[in-house]
């Protein structure tokens, strides 16, 4: 869950109600996995960014022809990006950074809670509302 990570993402010595020390780095990489979950969520948004990562992936194959081996793991042979093949690499990187498993669902549950705030008030309220349940 996604408390349980928090506690671990800043320092407690920067406490003091709601000024929460997370570091910088870490509340910026809350924010952009958050939106790219709500990218991810809504689809008129999904295509666009789709075909705008379609397009950066294609542009870096012109220009670097040999590397076509090492390409990103969610593109398909013609340069078009998979969805499912996206979403498990955005869950592996969230692993990786300390995050638990669930937690994706966990950002998906506050997206939905809160669909009309931006992804850095979403990331805040995560935050906030992890925090709650260790005061």
Same mark, same amino acid.
């Given at each position: ?49 789709? %075909?705008?990562?379609?397009? @950066?992936?294609? &542009?870096? $194959?012109?220009?670097?022809? +040999?590397?076509? =081996?090492? !390409? ?10 998979? %969805?499912?093949?996206?979403? @498990?690499?955005? &869950?592996? $990187?969230?692993?990786?950074? +300390?995050?638990? =498993?669930? !937690? ?32």
């Amino acid at each position: 869950m996604l408390e349980q990570v928090h506690r671990s993402l800043y320092d407690e010595s920067y406490q003091k109600g709601f000024e929460i020390g997370m570091s910088k780095s870490s509340f910026q990489f809350l924010t952009g996995m958050v939106k790219s979950i709500k990218t991810y969520l809504s689809e008129e948004r999904w295509e666009r960014y789709k %075909k705008s990562q379609e397009k @950066k992936h294609r &542009k870096y $194959i012109a220009e670097h022809p +040999g590397s076509a =081996e090492g !390409c990103h793991s969610c593109y398909d042979n013609d340069g078009c990006l998979i %969805k499912e093949k996206w979403v @498990k690499e955005e &869950k592996i $990187i969230l692993n990786c950074l +300390g995050f638990q =498993e669930e !937690c994706w669902a966990d950002i998906i549950s506050f997206i939905e809670k809160y669909p009309e705030l931006s992804a850095s008030a979403i990331a805040r309220r995560i935050v906030r509302e992890s925090e709650y349940k260790y005061i």
